[in-house]
Protein backbone atom coordinates (compact mmCIF):
# COMPACT_ATOMS: atom_id res chain seq x y z
CA UNK A 1 0.00 0.00 0.00
CA UNK A 2 1.09 3.33 -0.71
CA UNK A 3 1.73 6.19 1.46
CA UNK A 4 -0.93 8.18 -0.02
CA UNK A 5 -3.32 5.84 0.12
CA UNK A 6 -2.11 4.47 3.52
CA UNK A 7 -3.45 8.55 4.59
CA UNK A 8 -6.62 8.51 2.79
CA UNK A 9 -7.89 5.25 5.24
CA UNK A 10 -6.32 6.94 8.02
CA UNK A 11 -8.35 10.20 7.52
CA UNK A 12 -11.75 8.50 6.89
CA UNK A 13 -11.17 6.34 9.80
CA UNK A 14 -10.54 9.34 12.01
CA UNK A 15 -13.45 11.06 10.13
CA UNK A 16 -15.97 8.30 10.85
CA UNK A 17 -14.36 8.10 14.32
CA UNK A 18 -15.25 11.98 15.17
CA UNK A 19 -18.77 12.03 13.78
CA UNK A 20 -19.97 8.18 15.84
CA UNK A 21 -18.62 10.18 19.11
CA UNK A 22 -17.07 7.50 19.87
CA UNK A 23 -13.44 7.62 21.25
CA UNK A 24 -10.97 4.81 19.31
CA UNK A 25 -7.31 4.04 20.35
CA UNK A 26 -5.16 4.29 17.19
CA UNK A 27 -4.21 0.60 15.84
CA UNK A 28 -0.76 -0.62 17.18
CA UNK A 29 2.16 0.94 15.47
CA UNK A 30 3.38 -2.81 14.23
CA UNK A 31 0.67 -3.24 12.34
CA UNK A 32 0.70 -0.36 10.41
CA UNK A 33 3.75 -1.51 9.63
CA UNK A 34 2.69 -4.93 8.60
CA UNK A 35 -0.06 -3.43 6.24
CA UNK A 36 2.43 -1.39 4.57
CA UNK A 37 5.38 -3.83 4.24
CA UNK A 38 3.30 -6.77 3.26
CA UNK A 39 2.55 -5.18 -0.20
CA UNK A 40 5.60 -5.34 -2.05
CA UNK A 41 4.96 -5.44 -5.55
CA UNK A 42 7.57 -7.26 -7.85
CA UNK A 43 9.14 -4.85 -10.78
CA UNK A 44 10.40 -7.65 -13.80
CA UNK A 45 11.17 -4.54 -15.58
CA UNK A 46 12.06 -1.70 -14.54
CA UNK A 47 15.81 -1.85 -13.04
CA UNK A 48 18.21 -2.61 -15.68
CA UNK A 49 22.24 -2.37 -15.73
CA UNK A 50 25.06 -2.70 -18.62
CA UNK A 51 27.32 -5.82 -19.21
CA UNK A 52 29.26 -6.60 -22.25
CA UNK A 53 28.27 -9.48 -24.53
CA UNK A 54 31.75 -9.92 -26.27
CA UNK A 55 32.66 -10.26 -22.92
CA UNK A 56 32.68 -13.67 -20.28
CA UNK A 57 29.95 -14.14 -17.45
CA UNK A 58 32.82 -16.27 -16.06
CA UNK A 59 34.37 -14.09 -12.97
CA UNK A 60 37.62 -16.07 -13.84
CA UNK A 61 37.78 -15.22 -17.15
CA UNK A 62 35.67 -11.73 -17.37
CA UNK A 63 38.44 -8.69 -17.52
CA UNK A 64 35.28 -6.00 -18.50
CA UNK A 65 34.13 -3.99 -15.37
CA UNK A 66 30.29 -4.09 -16.38
CA UNK A 67 30.31 -8.00 -16.05
CA UNK A 68 32.20 -7.89 -13.35
CA UNK A 69 29.98 -6.03 -11.32
CA UNK A 70 27.01 -7.56 -12.88
CA UNK A 71 28.48 -10.94 -11.34
CA UNK A 72 28.54 -8.73 -7.74
CA UNK A 73 24.42 -9.94 -8.13
CA UNK A 74 25.31 -13.72 -8.38
CA UNK A 75 28.22 -14.92 -6.92
CA UNK A 76 29.20 -14.54 -3.38
CA UNK A 77 32.56 -14.56 -1.74
CA UNK A 78 33.65 -16.23 1.79
CA UNK A 79 34.15 -12.28 2.78
CA UNK A 80 33.13 -9.48 1.47
CA UNK A 81 35.08 -5.65 2.02
CA UNK A 82 33.00 -3.07 4.20
CA UNK A 83 33.14 0.74 3.30
CA UNK A 84 35.80 0.73 6.55
CA UNK A 85 37.82 -1.59 4.29
CA UNK A 86 37.09 -4.66 7.27
CA UNK A 87 36.40 -7.51 6.44
CA UNK A 88 32.61 -9.26 6.75
CA UNK A 89 31.75 -12.90 6.77
CA UNK A 90 29.62 -14.04 3.82
CA UNK A 91 30.14 -17.67 2.64
CA UNK A 92 32.51 -17.70 5.79
CA UNK A 93 31.32 -18.03 9.24
CA UNK A 94 34.38 -18.05 11.50
CA UNK A 95 38.22 -17.87 11.02
CA UNK A 96 41.02 -18.83 12.47
CA UNK A 97 44.82 -17.62 12.65
CA UNK A 98 46.33 -21.69 13.15
CA UNK A 99 50.14 -20.19 12.81
CA UNK A 100 52.07 -17.67 11.57
CA UNK A 101 51.45 -18.80 8.30
CA UNK A 102 48.11 -21.09 7.99
CA UNK A 103 44.60 -19.88 8.25
CA UNK A 104 41.54 -21.75 8.63
CA UNK A 105 38.42 -20.83 7.50
CA UNK A 106 34.95 -22.31 7.76
CA UNK A 107 31.65 -21.88 5.94
CA UNK A 108 27.94 -21.87 6.68
CA UNK A 109 26.87 -25.70 6.69
CA UNK A 110 23.98 -26.43 4.63
CA UNK A 111 25.03 -23.84 1.58
CA UNK A 112 23.34 -24.30 -1.83
CA UNK A 113 23.98 -23.18 -5.16
CA UNK A 114 21.17 -21.81 -7.41
CA UNK A 115 20.56 -25.15 -8.87
CA UNK A 116 20.07 -26.75 -5.28
CA UNK A 117 23.41 -28.36 -5.68
CA UNK A 118 25.39 -28.21 -2.25
CA UNK A 119 28.07 -25.96 -1.60
CA UNK A 120 31.31 -27.55 0.01
CA UNK A 121 34.78 -26.70 0.88
CA UNK A 122 35.53 -28.26 -2.10
CA UNK A 123 34.18 -25.81 -4.48
CA UNK A 124 35.69 -23.21 -2.19
CA UNK A 125 39.16 -24.64 -2.96
CA UNK A 126 38.30 -25.31 -6.97
CA UNK A 127 37.21 -21.39 -7.16
CA UNK A 128 40.61 -20.55 -5.19
CA UNK A 129 43.00 -22.57 -7.84
CA UNK A 130 40.51 -20.60 -10.59
CA UNK A 131 41.02 -17.42 -9.06
CA UNK A 132 44.87 -17.96 -8.34
CA UNK A 133 45.34 -17.79 -12.51
CA UNK A 134 42.82 -14.85 -13.39
CA UNK A 135 43.88 -11.39 -13.91
CA UNK A 136 41.63 -10.22 -11.43
CA UNK A 137 42.70 -12.08 -8.24
CA UNK A 138 45.98 -12.91 -8.97
CA UNK A 139 47.90 -10.80 -7.85
CA UNK A 140 45.83 -9.96 -4.55
CA UNK A 141 45.77 -14.20 -4.03
CA UNK A 142 49.79 -14.16 -4.09
CA UNK A 143 50.37 -13.81 -0.79
CA UNK A 144 48.54 -17.11 -0.39
CA UNK A 145 50.20 -20.13 -2.10
CA UNK A 146 47.46 -23.54 -1.32
CA UNK A 147 44.30 -24.05 -0.32
CA UNK A 148 42.87 -27.85 0.79
CA UNK A 149 39.81 -29.15 2.84
CA UNK A 150 39.80 -30.00 6.04
CA UNK A 151 36.24 -31.42 5.69
CA UNK A 152 33.05 -30.26 3.62
CA UNK A 153 32.77 -26.74 5.78
CA UNK A 154 36.28 -26.15 6.57
CA UNK A 155 39.08 -24.88 3.87
CA UNK A 156 43.13 -24.77 5.41
CA UNK A 157 44.90 -21.53 3.54
CA UNK A 158 48.96 -21.59 3.86
CA UNK A 159 50.06 -18.53 3.19
CA UNK A 160 53.97 -17.56 2.26
CA UNK A 161 54.67 -15.26 5.47
CA UNK A 162 52.49 -14.22 8.54
CA UNK A 163 49.78 -12.01 7.58
CA UNK A 164 47.09 -11.28 10.11
CA UNK A 165 45.10 -9.54 7.48
CA UNK A 166 45.47 -12.43 5.16
CA UNK A 167 41.58 -13.45 5.31
CA UNK A 168 40.62 -10.26 3.89
CA UNK A 169 42.48 -11.56 0.47
CA UNK A 170 39.61 -13.95 0.18
CA UNK A 171 37.09 -11.75 -1.77
CA UNK A 172 37.02 -14.22 -5.01
CA UNK A 173 33.79 -15.92 -5.86
CA UNK A 174 32.64 -19.20 -5.14
CA UNK A 175 31.02 -20.66 -8.69
CA UNK A 176 30.97 -23.99 -10.80
CA UNK A 177 29.74 -24.67 -14.31
CA UNK A 178 27.87 -27.52 -15.39
CA UNK A 179 26.96 -29.38 -19.00
CA UNK A 180 23.42 -28.55 -17.42
CA UNK A 181 23.94 -24.32 -17.24
CA UNK A 182 24.77 -22.47 -19.81
CA UNK A 183 25.99 -19.91 -17.82
CA UNK A 184 28.41 -20.16 -14.42
CA UNK A 185 26.22 -20.21 -11.30
CA UNK A 186 26.43 -18.91 -7.95
CA UNK A 187 24.96 -18.87 -4.67
CA UNK A 188 23.95 -15.22 -4.85
CA UNK A 189 20.80 -13.49 -4.89
CA UNK A 190 20.28 -13.70 -8.45
CA UNK A 191 21.08 -15.96 -11.02
CA UNK A 192 21.72 -15.01 -14.98
CA UNK A 193 19.02 -16.76 -17.17
CA UNK A 194 17.67 -15.94 -20.83
CA UNK A 195 14.76 -16.08 -22.25
CA UNK A 196 13.66 -14.59 -25.60
CA UNK A 197 17.66 -13.66 -26.66
CA UNK A 198 17.82 -11.39 -23.75
CA UNK A 199 19.90 -12.03 -19.99
CA UNK A 200 18.24 -11.68 -17.35
CA UNK A 201 19.75 -11.48 -13.59
CA UNK A 202 16.62 -13.49 -11.97
CA UNK A 203 16.04 -13.72 -8.20
CA UNK A 204 17.76 -17.11 -6.68
CA UNK A 205 14.69 -18.53 -5.09
CA UNK A 206 16.89 -20.63 -3.13
CA UNK A 207 18.96 -17.62 -1.56
CA UNK A 208 17.81 -16.28 1.79
CA UNK A 209 14.36 -16.46 2.62
CA UNK A 210 14.60 -12.65 4.37
CA UNK A 211 15.58 -11.67 0.98
CA UNK A 212 12.53 -10.12 -0.76
CA UNK A 213 13.15 -7.82 -3.66
CA UNK A 214 11.30 -5.55 -5.36
CA UNK A 215 13.23 -6.40 -8.56
CA UNK A 216 12.59 -9.62 -9.03
CA UNK A 217 14.55 -9.73 -13.11
CA UNK A 218 17.10 -7.31 -13.83
CA UNK A 219 17.56 -7.04 -17.32
CA UNK A 220 21.02 -7.14 -19.19
CA UNK A 221 21.50 -4.83 -21.46
CA UNK A 222 24.53 -5.00 -23.84
CA UNK A 223 26.69 -1.62 -23.19
CA UNK A 224 30.34 -3.03 -23.79
CA UNK A 225 31.85 0.84 -23.70
CA UNK A 226 32.52 3.21 -21.12
CA UNK A 227 31.50 6.39 -22.87
CA UNK A 228 27.77 4.50 -24.14
CA UNK A 229 27.17 3.41 -19.94
CA UNK A 230 27.39 6.97 -19.83
CA UNK A 231 25.13 7.69 -22.12
CA UNK A 232 23.09 4.39 -21.31
CA UNK A 233 22.30 5.94 -17.66
CA UNK A 234 22.22 9.81 -18.77
CA UNK A 235 18.91 8.98 -20.80
CA UNK A 236 17.64 6.31 -18.13
CA UNK A 237 18.70 3.53 -21.10
CA UNK A 238 19.91 1.70 -17.77
CA UNK A 239 19.41 2.38 -14.41
CA UNK A 240 22.39 1.45 -12.63
CA UNK A 241 25.82 1.38 -12.97
CA UNK A 242 29.76 1.69 -11.12
CA UNK A 243 32.58 3.52 -12.37
CA UNK A 244 35.93 3.36 -11.37
CA UNK A 245 37.21 6.37 -12.80
CA UNK A 246 35.03 9.44 -11.78
CA UNK A 247 35.81 12.21 -14.43
CA UNK A 248 34.12 15.51 -15.92
CA UNK A 249 31.60 13.33 -18.04
CA UNK A 250 31.01 11.75 -14.93
CA UNK A 251 30.30 14.82 -12.95
CA UNK A 252 28.28 16.16 -15.74
CA UNK A 253 25.50 12.74 -15.60
CA UNK A 254 21.80 13.14 -14.84
CA UNK A 255 21.80 10.34 -12.16
CA UNK A 256 21.78 10.03 -8.62
CA UNK A 257 25.54 9.46 -7.15
CA UNK A 258 27.01 7.64 -4.31
CA UNK A 259 30.42 7.63 -3.58
CA UNK A 260 32.49 4.76 -3.42
CA UNK A 261 35.47 4.67 -1.57
CA UNK A 262 38.84 2.37 -3.72
CA UNK A 263 41.90 1.61 -2.05
CA UNK A 264 43.97 3.26 -5.14
CA UNK A 265 46.54 5.38 -4.04
CA UNK A 266 47.82 8.42 -5.81
CA UNK A 267 51.36 9.29 -4.67
CA UNK A 268 54.27 10.86 -5.68
CA UNK A 269 56.94 8.64 -6.22
CA UNK A 270 60.70 10.00 -5.09
CA UNK A 271 64.32 9.64 -6.85
CA UNK A 272 65.60 8.67 -3.62
CA UNK A 273 68.98 7.53 -4.73
CA UNK A 274 70.71 10.82 -6.49
CA UNK A 275 69.87 14.71 -6.75
CA UNK A 276 67.78 17.07 -4.41
CA UNK A 277 65.56 14.37 -3.32
CA UNK A 278 68.40 12.29 -2.26
CA UNK A 279 68.16 14.48 0.87
CA UNK A 280 65.19 13.45 3.54
CA UNK A 281 64.62 17.05 4.51
CA UNK A 282 64.12 17.99 0.54
CA UNK A 283 61.35 14.97 0.79
CA UNK A 284 59.66 16.55 3.54
CA UNK A 285 59.70 19.42 2.11
CA UNK A 286 58.02 18.03 -0.72
CA UNK A 287 55.84 16.03 1.26
CA UNK A 288 55.08 19.47 3.65
CA UNK A 289 53.98 21.65 0.59
CA UNK A 290 51.80 19.48 -0.79
CA UNK A 291 47.77 20.35 -0.02
CA UNK A 292 46.12 17.21 -0.73
CA UNK A 293 42.74 18.78 -0.05
CA UNK A 294 42.94 20.91 -3.10
CA UNK A 295 44.71 17.73 -5.22
CA UNK A 296 41.05 15.76 -3.89
CA UNK A 297 38.81 18.55 -4.87
CA UNK A 298 40.55 19.77 -8.07
CA UNK A 299 42.18 17.11 -9.74
CA UNK A 300 39.47 14.70 -8.72
CA UNK A 301 36.23 16.75 -8.83
CA UNK A 302 35.90 16.15 -5.36
CA UNK A 303 35.71 12.09 -5.96
CA UNK A 304 38.80 11.18 -3.96
CA UNK A 305 39.88 11.59 -0.18
CA UNK A 306 43.05 13.49 1.66
CA UNK A 307 45.85 10.36 1.91
CA UNK A 308 46.80 11.50 5.48
CA UNK A 309 48.13 8.41 6.42
CA UNK A 310 50.02 5.49 4.37
CA UNK A 311 47.05 3.52 4.19
CA UNK A 312 43.37 4.36 3.23
CA UNK A 313 42.19 7.39 5.42
CA UNK A 314 38.87 5.16 5.73
CA UNK A 315 40.15 1.94 7.01
CA UNK A 316 40.90 1.56 10.55
CA UNK A 317 44.77 1.45 9.94
CA UNK A 318 44.39 4.32 8.38
CA UNK A 319 42.82 6.00 10.87
CA UNK A 320 45.38 4.88 13.28
CA UNK A 321 48.16 5.71 11.80
CA UNK A 322 47.65 9.44 10.41
CA UNK A 323 51.19 11.08 9.48
CA UNK A 324 50.13 13.53 6.93
CA UNK A 325 48.29 17.27 7.01
CA UNK A 326 45.46 17.35 4.58
CA UNK A 327 46.42 20.76 3.39
CA UNK A 328 50.08 22.46 2.92
CA UNK A 329 52.27 23.82 5.22
CA UNK A 330 54.44 26.15 3.54
CA UNK A 331 56.45 27.76 6.68
CA UNK A 332 57.36 24.14 7.81
CA UNK A 333 58.53 23.26 4.07
CA UNK A 334 60.61 26.55 3.40
CA UNK A 335 61.90 25.56 7.10
CA UNK A 336 63.11 21.55 6.12
CA UNK A 337 64.63 23.16 2.59
CA UNK A 338 66.52 25.43 4.67
CA UNK A 339 67.59 22.52 7.18
CA UNK A 340 68.69 21.08 3.91
CA UNK A 341 70.93 24.10 2.67
CA UNK A 342 68.78 25.62 0.11
CA UNK A 343 67.30 28.76 -0.63
CA UNK A 344 64.66 29.78 -2.91
CA UNK A 345 65.30 28.52 -6.76
CA UNK A 346 68.05 26.44 -5.78
CA UNK A 347 66.12 22.85 -5.77
CA UNK A 348 65.48 22.45 -9.73
CA UNK A 349 62.66 19.36 -10.04
CA UNK A 350 61.18 16.91 -12.82
CA UNK A 351 57.74 15.90 -12.52
CA UNK A 352 57.26 12.95 -15.06
CA UNK A 353 53.49 11.74 -15.13
CA UNK A 354 51.70 9.79 -17.88
CA UNK A 355 48.76 11.18 -20.21
CA UNK A 356 46.23 10.18 -17.54
CA UNK A 357 43.59 13.48 -17.46
CA UNK A 358 43.80 13.63 -13.95
CA UNK A 359 47.29 12.54 -12.87
CA UNK A 360 48.05 15.23 -15.22
CA UNK A 361 46.27 17.76 -13.35
CA UNK A 362 47.88 16.64 -9.81
CA UNK A 363 51.55 17.24 -11.77
CA UNK A 364 50.47 20.69 -12.36
CA UNK A 365 49.00 21.39 -9.04
CA UNK A 366 51.66 20.10 -7.12
CA UNK A 367 54.00 22.05 -9.66
CA UNK A 368 52.29 25.38 -8.21
CA UNK A 369 52.19 24.00 -4.83
CA UNK A 370 55.79 23.16 -4.94
CA UNK A 371 56.81 26.40 -6.31
CA UNK A 372 54.57 28.93 -3.12
CA UNK A 373 57.72 26.83 -1.35
CA UNK A 374 60.44 27.73 -3.45
CA UNK A 375 61.42 25.00 -5.50
CA UNK A 376 62.14 25.57 -9.11
CA UNK A 377 59.58 22.52 -10.87
CA UNK A 378 58.95 21.31 -14.50
CA UNK A 379 56.77 19.52 -15.84
CA UNK A 380 56.55 16.25 -18.67
CA UNK A 381 53.74 14.63 -19.49
CA UNK A 382 54.60 11.57 -21.73
CA UNK A 383 53.17 8.43 -23.56
CA UNK A 384 52.94 5.22 -21.22
CA UNK A 385 56.22 4.20 -23.60
CA UNK A 386 58.14 7.26 -22.79
CA UNK A 387 56.76 7.11 -19.30
CA UNK A 388 57.92 3.79 -18.80
CA UNK A 389 61.42 4.42 -19.63
CA UNK A 390 61.78 7.20 -17.68
CA UNK A 391 61.41 5.32 -14.54
CA UNK A 392 63.24 2.47 -15.95
CA UNK A 393 66.07 4.77 -16.29
CA UNK A 394 65.84 7.22 -13.51
CA UNK A 395 65.40 10.53 -15.30
CA UNK A 396 63.06 11.86 -13.46
CA UNK A 397 63.00 13.64 -9.88
CA UNK A 398 59.49 12.98 -8.77
CA UNK A 399 56.82 10.77 -10.80
CA UNK A 400 52.73 10.83 -10.36
CA UNK A 401 52.09 7.44 -9.56
CA UNK A 402 48.86 5.08 -9.00
CA UNK A 403 48.37 1.69 -7.13
CA UNK A 404 45.88 -0.18 -5.98
CA UNK A 405 46.82 -1.33 -2.22
CA UNK A 406 45.13 -4.51 -1.86
CA UNK A 407 42.66 -5.48 0.90
CA UNK A 408 45.09 -6.64 3.35
CA UNK A 409 47.08 -3.35 3.53
CA UNK A 410 49.81 -4.59 1.98
CA UNK A 411 52.62 -2.67 0.86
CA UNK A 412 55.40 -4.68 -0.06
CA UNK A 413 55.52 -3.32 -3.82
CA UNK A 414 57.44 -0.52 -2.73
CA UNK A 415 59.50 -2.30 -0.14
CA UNK A 416 60.58 -5.44 -2.28
CA UNK A 417 63.30 -5.17 -5.21
CA UNK A 418 60.96 -6.55 -7.26
CA UNK A 419 58.27 -4.48 -6.53
CA UNK A 420 56.09 -3.08 -9.25
CA UNK A 421 55.93 0.79 -7.56
CA UNK A 422 59.54 0.53 -6.30
CA UNK A 423 61.07 3.05 -8.70
CA UNK A 424 63.75 5.41 -7.12
CA UNK A 425 63.21 3.51 -3.62
CA UNK A 426 66.33 2.26 -1.79
CA UNK A 427 65.00 -1.22 -0.64
CA UNK A 428 67.45 -1.67 1.58
CA UNK A 429 66.94 0.80 3.77
CA UNK A 430 65.87 0.79 7.38
CA UNK A 431 62.50 1.65 6.40
CA UNK A 432 62.40 -1.30 3.42
CA UNK A 433 63.67 -3.53 6.07
CA UNK A 434 61.52 -2.47 9.22
CA UNK A 435 58.19 -2.77 6.76
CA UNK A 436 59.18 -5.98 6.27
CA UNK A 437 60.07 -7.20 9.41
CA UNK A 438 56.78 -6.19 10.14
CA UNK A 439 55.13 -8.25 7.94
CA UNK A 440 57.25 -11.19 9.64
CA UNK A 441 55.68 -9.99 13.02
CA UNK A 442 59.38 -9.23 13.88
CA UNK A 443 58.73 -5.34 14.65
CA UNK A 444 55.96 -3.08 15.46
CA UNK A 445 53.54 -1.00 12.71
CA UNK A 446 54.51 1.81 15.02
CA UNK A 447 58.42 1.77 14.54
CA UNK A 448 57.75 0.74 10.91
CA UNK A 449 55.64 4.32 10.65
CA UNK A 450 57.85 6.28 12.67
CA UNK A 451 60.96 5.66 10.23
CA UNK A 452 58.31 6.45 7.20
CA UNK A 453 57.97 9.87 8.44
CA UNK A 454 61.05 10.66 8.64
CA UNK A 455 62.68 8.84 5.59
CA UNK A 456 59.93 9.72 3.16
CA UNK A 457 60.74 7.05 0.69
CA UNK A 458 57.51 8.35 -1.45
CA UNK A 459 54.52 10.57 -0.50
CA UNK A 460 50.70 9.71 -0.67
CA UNK A 461 48.89 12.28 -1.59
CA UNK A 462 44.92 10.86 -1.91
CA UNK A 463 42.87 8.17 -2.11
CA UNK A 464 40.63 7.55 -5.24
CA UNK A 465 36.81 7.06 -4.81
CA UNK A 466 34.45 5.31 -7.55
CA UNK A 467 31.02 6.64 -8.37
CA UNK A 468 27.48 4.35 -7.91
CA UNK A 469 24.98 6.26 -10.65
CA UNK A 470 21.41 5.31 -10.34
CA UNK A 471 18.15 6.71 -11.56
CA UNK A 472 16.87 9.56 -10.40
CA UNK A 473 13.29 7.98 -10.67
CA UNK A 474 14.93 4.79 -7.86
CA UNK A 475 14.18 5.03 -4.73
CA UNK A 476 15.52 3.64 -1.41
CA UNK A 477 18.55 4.01 1.11
CA UNK A 478 21.52 3.76 -1.97
CA UNK A 479 24.09 1.74 -0.08
CA UNK A 480 26.84 -0.20 -1.99
CA UNK A 481 30.90 -0.86 -1.35
CA UNK A 482 33.36 -1.68 -3.56
CA UNK A 483 32.86 -5.60 -4.49
CA UNK A 484 29.15 -5.11 -2.65
CA UNK A 485 27.61 -2.67 -4.91
CA UNK A 486 24.50 -4.15 -4.68
CA UNK A 487 24.29 -4.73 -0.56
CA UNK A 488 21.27 -3.63 -0.06
CA UNK A 489 19.38 -3.94 -3.38
CA UNK A 490 15.73 -4.96 -1.58
CA UNK A 491 15.36 -1.73 -0.33
CA UNK A 492 15.36 -0.20 -3.89
CA UNK A 493 12.27 0.45 -6.04
CA UNK A 494 10.35 3.07 -7.94
CA UNK A 495 7.32 4.56 -7.31
Excluded at 452 to 479: L, T, W
Amino acid sequence: MTKKALAILLSIATAIALFSGCKREAPPEHQLVVQTTAQVTEDTEGFKISYSQSDSLNPFESDTLNNQTAQDLVFEPLFRIDESFEAVPEIASSYTYEDSDTLTVTIVSGLTFSDGSPLTAKNVVSSFNEAKQSPRWKNSLAPIYSASTVSDTVIKFKMSYANPYAHQLLTFYISKVTDNSKFPIGSGRYKFTESEGKLFAEKNELYKEEFNPRFTKIQLVNVPSAESINNAINIGNISYAYRDNPNDSITRLKCGKKQVALNNMVYLGLHTSMGATSKQEVRRAISLAVDRTTLAKSAYQGYARPSTSLFNPVSRIGRETQIFADSADITAAKQALASAGYSDGDVKLKIVVNQNEQRVAVAKLVERQLESAGFDVTVKSYNQKVFNDALKYGTYDIYIGETKIPNDMRLSSFFDKKGKTAFGINTDSQTSSLYRDYLNGKAELGKFILSFSEDMPFIPVVYRNGVICYSKAMHGDMQGSYGNFFSNIEDWYYN
